[in-house]
């Protein structure tokens, strides 16, 4: 299981009692996009006029209208999908099973490419001109050129699993520590040790990582932890939404909201069953039902 940061004598560790803050109102519920099916879908990113889910227990990627709050399209893409994000009119999305990042054109509402990368990818994102996909059984951090479709660069990483661009650079979250890179260079500037690093996002002053024992508040001027917020787990893939950290907790069907100006537990929301991955799309909060069937947007 996962561990507390190492050198926790040198960080700010800050306790908080998991307690709602009654004067944060509650986000609201506008739409539950049901999906057909037990195909887990597991996460969402916009790209073009469509909001795109993932589905890990089916190989296809889901194209949702958020007009209507309906499926209105699927593509055919690798199997274990789940971690996803756009970037050169595309959509990159990690095929957990088929160690693969699979290209999807929103235009086309294709996929173009399916980029072998190490074994087991487990989340993906676009950042400063590339895609980056982290492997966590191959134990590295693998850069994808979007004009030649395949890997330029992997980087160490044990048990590889976030990846999030924010501040300049590409943040990686892994077993022991929690790289930042340079993407001008795909060089590793700074070596955060973070024990059983998870999941990432990132505010306007923060980046942020799960652990086994909850989230850690990483200050990017300093390239040191500065708060721990304990949350029990096991934690999913968090987001920055309307300026909190929206943080979901798998099997107790909710999400845990932390006020970043407290680093503090505000106040927790209802989700469906398994909420993975929260992404921040227009403002608002898309969360699928992992181990459901539907996808829940909320409004704050």
């Not at 399916?114 to 400063?128: K, M, N, R």
Request: charged fraction near 15%; charge should be positive.
């Amino acid at each position: 299981m996962r561990r507390l940061p190492t050198a926790v004598a040198a960080i700010a560790i800050l306790a908080v009692t998991a307690s709602a803050t009654a004067s944060v109102p509650a986000p609201r519920v506008v739409a539950r996009i049901p999906v057909l099916g037990s195909i887990q879908p597991c996460a969402a990113a916009a790209g073009g006029r469509f909001v795109w889910v993932s589905s890990y227990a089916s190989p296809v990627l889901l194209q949702i209208d958020p007009r209507r709050n309906r499926v209105v399209g699927r593509t055919q893409i690798g199997l274990g999908s789940c971690g996803l994000g756009f970037g050169a009119g595309s959509l990159w999305i990690e095929d957990t099973s088929s160690s693969t990042v699979s290209r999807v054109s929103v235009a086309k509402g294709r996929r173009v490419a399916a980029i072998p990368v190490g074994s087991t990818p487990w989340d993906a994102t676009f950042a400063y001109g590339a895609a980056w996909a982290t492997a966590h059984v191959a134990g590295e951090v693998d850069r994808i050129d979007p004009a030649r479709n395949r890997v330029v660069k992997r980087l160490p990483l044990p048990a590889a699993t976030g990846v999030v661009g924010a501040f300049g650079s590409v943040w990686a979250a892994g077993s022991e520590s929690v790289l930042r890179i340079d993407p001008a260079t795909s060089a590793v500037v700074a070596t955060l040790p973070v024990s059983a690093g998870g999941w990432t996002a990132a505010s306007s002053d923060a980046v942020w990582v799960t652990t086994a024992t909850g989230v850690v508040r990483i200050d990017p001027s300093s390239n040191e932890v500065v708060a721990m917020i304990p949350i029990a787990g096991p934690l999913g893939d968090p987001a920055v939404v309307a300026g909190r950290l929206w943080v979901p907790q798998i099997q107790r069907n909710r999400i845990v909201v932390v006020d970043p100006a407290k680093n503090a537990v505000a106040q927790f929301v209802t989700a469906g069953k398994g909420p993975f991955v929260v992404t921040e799309i227009a403002g608002e909060a898309w969360v699928p039902s992992w181990k459901g069937g539907d996808v829940w947007r909320y409004r704050p």
